[in-house]
C-alpha cells in the first residue's frame, strides 16, 4: 500500500513498558482477566478503548506493558522502554531479579481483500483464552476496528499475543510478548 507511515491511526499511539503495576483507572477498561500463575506471579490482562494492557507483578516487583493514545499522560518517570508501534521492532528487558521480558511487534499494510480475510480469521472460533473487543461504529457500512488478546501461561512464562486492527488504513498491528522467570 501506498500509505505513509505517519499517516496511519498507529502513528497515535504509543507502546509503552513500565516499571510498575499501572492502575486500571489510567484507562477505560473494555474486557479484563486476571491470571494466578506460577511462584506468586499474577497477570491482569486489559482490552480498553486504545488498545491493550498487560500488568505482570508478584508482591515485590510489577512490570507493565500498554498500548494507548499517545498523548495519554502516563507516570513518565516509570517508563524502561517506549515506541510508536509503525514498522517492527523488539526488546528484551531484565528490570531486575529473575524476571526476563521480550517484546515484538509488527505493523503490517495489506489490501483490502487480505485486510477482510485476516480479520474474519481473528473473529472466526477464537480461543476461551482470548479476549476480544470490537468498539461501535459510527456507520453500518464501516469496518469495525477489533483489539484480540490471545493468553497462553506455562510454570515458568508468560505469553501475550495482541492484534489491533485499522480499518480505514488496512493495518494490523501485531504484538507477542513473553514474561519468562528464570529459576536457579
Known sequence: MSLHPNSLKAAEKRLVVLAQALDADWFNGRRHRRLNLFDQWKADIWIHETGHAVIFSNSRMALTEILVQSDLTIPENRVIWQRVPLNEDFATIQPGGSLEYQLNYELEITDPTIFRYLTHEMLLKPSPDDLIWQPHKNSRLQENSIIKVHVEAGHNFLSVQ???????????????????????
Open 162 to 184: 495482541t492484534f489491533h486492527t485499522f480499518p480505514m488504513e488496512l493495518a494490523i498491528l501485531r504484538t507477542q510478548s513473553l514474561f519468562e522467570i528464570h529459576v536457579p
